[in-house]
């Protein structure tokens, strides 16, 4: 069975400008939480999506933004970047929230905001 | 709001040392996660801990689940090579137990 992947996996951007995450879950799975990782944040929560509908937010600014669709792809757009938006975003999948020992990770998209 | 403090922050052994690691919350957690994440890779589930004492083993890895309910060990027994890479806890937000709380990690090392 394929794992999650992510695209782009490295992405450089400029400050201002918009960017958009993919995130295919495994097969079957409907959940996909977003993640952003920062050395000195670690892992905070973004969002979660099942069956198309945002189900959890996390404490992030509108800017961050994301969708599902029927395929259960999702995506994560983030508008007018900062410099602090440059992180490693990642995604997990399961086949429903807080099934932890069927979550599985990305390997994510590093994102650099010059 | 919750946090997770781990120490220690980073750790360097010698191949074949044992590790002892540990997170602590000021709060009470009904589940500790432990996570190991390796370069270029998203985290992998090592250990998931459920009912306060529990201690739980994942062949040299060994993870209890503290009494208190603030706290939770893991420990890597006769470390080797691979066990190279970042070890997070974490565990549910108690007002929304679909959102995941996270330490910063501990960053362990190996020298062969």
């Known amino acids: 069975k394929a794992g999650v992947t992510q695209t782009p996996r490295y992405l450089i951007k400029t400050r201002g400008q918009q960017v958009t995450l993919s995130c295919s879950p495994i097969?079957?799975?409907?959940?996909v939480s977003w993640y952003q990782q920062t050395p000195g944040q670690g892992l905070q929560f973004l969002f979660e999506?099942?069956?198309?509908?945002?189900?959890n937010k996390g404490n992030f600014p509108g800017r961050f933004s994301g969708r599902q669709f029927s395929n259960s792809r999702s995506e994560m757009n983030v508008s007018t970047l900062e410099l602090g938006d440059s992180a490693l975003y990642l995604c997990?999948?399961?086949?429903?929230?807080?099934?932890?020992?069927?979550?599985?990770f990305g390997p994510g998209t590093r994102l650099t905001v010059l | 709001g919750q946090q997770l403090n781990q120490s220690p922050q980073s750790m360097f052994i010698q191949e074949g040392e044992d590790v002892s690691m540990n997170c602590t919350s000021s709060?009470?957690?009904?589940?500790w996660l432990w996570y190991k994440q390796e370069p270029g890779e998203g985290p992998v589930l090592l250990i998931a801990?459920?009912?306060a004492g529990e201690l739980t083993s994942n062949g040299r890895l060994t993870a209890q689940f503290g009494i208190t309910r603030k706290d939770s060990f893991l420990n890597i027994s006769a470390s080797i090579p691979s066990d190279v890479g970042i070890y997070f806890c974490?565990?549910?937000?108690?007002?929304?137990?679909?959102?995941?709380?996270w330490g910063l990690g501990t960053s362990l090392a190996v020298n062969p």
């Open positions: 097969s079957g799975h409907r959940s």
């Open positions: 709060s009470i957690f009904n589940t």
């Open positions: 974490a565990g549910p937000n108690a007002g929304n137990n679909r959102k995941l709380i």
């Open positions: 801990l459920y009912k």
């Open positions: 999506y099942f069956s198309e509908t945002q189900r």
């Open positions: 997990a999948s399961s086949w429903d929230s807080g099934i932890y020992n069927e979550q599985f």
